[in-house]
């Protein structure tokens, strides 16, 4: 059995179809005053915008993000951080040795499309 078999928690189908997962085209980023690790992200979803904060500022700069279309998960409860509301949460991928990616969605998609 391997590690990760090992320490995984199941979830039933039911539940992840709760999970609200769209895509997002990022149209600014800036760094939160007070935080080394937080971005604040203007995201656009089809007719939609929203503010998004993520803890991804030491993997990517500002510059490097705006234009990209990612996936968010986006009917999470909002939060706040520093001050400010969170609408929804980036995916991402960052593995043991600190590399770190974002989930890159084909330039033709569509900004809010739904991800399934």
Same mark, same amino acid.
């Given at each position: 059995?391997?590690?990760?078999?090992?320490?995984?928690?199941?979830?039933?189908?039911?539940?992840?179809?709760?999970?609200?997962?769209?895509?997002?085209?990022? +149209? *600014?980023?800036? !760094?939160?005053?007070?935080?080394?690790?937080? #971005?604040?992200?203007?995201?656009?979803?089809?007719?939609?915008?929203?503010?998004? #904060?993520?803890?991804?500022?030491? %993997?990517?700069?500002?510059?490097?993000?705006?234009?990209?279309?990612?996936? %968010?998960?986006?009917? #999470?409860? !909002?939060?706040?951080?520093?001050?400010?509301?969170? /609408?929804?949460?980036?995916?991402?991928?960052?593995?043991?040795?600190? /590399? %770190?990616?974002?989930? /890159? +969605?084909? *330039?033709?998609? *569509?900004?809010?499309?739904?991800? *399934?």
């Amino acid at each position: 059995m391997s590690e990760i078999e090992n320490t995984q928690t199941y979830i039933e189908y039911d539940d992840f179809k709760k999970v609200q997962i769209q895509v997002g085209e990022i +149209i *600014s980023a800036e !760094p939160v005053d007070g935080s080394e690790k937080l #971005l604040k992200l203007q995201v656009r979803f089809g007719e939609e915008e929203r503010q998004i #904060l993520s803890g991804i500022a030491k %993997f990517v700069s500002p510059e490097e993000i705006v234009g990209k279309k990612v996936p %968010f998960v986006t009917n #999470l409860k !909002p939060r706040s951080m520093m001050g400010l509301e969170s /609408n929804g949460m980036i995916l991402a991928a960052i593995d043991g040795d600190q /590399n %770190f990616s974002l989930l /890159n +969605i084909n *330039s033709e998609v *569509s900004s809010g499309t739904h991800v *399934s």
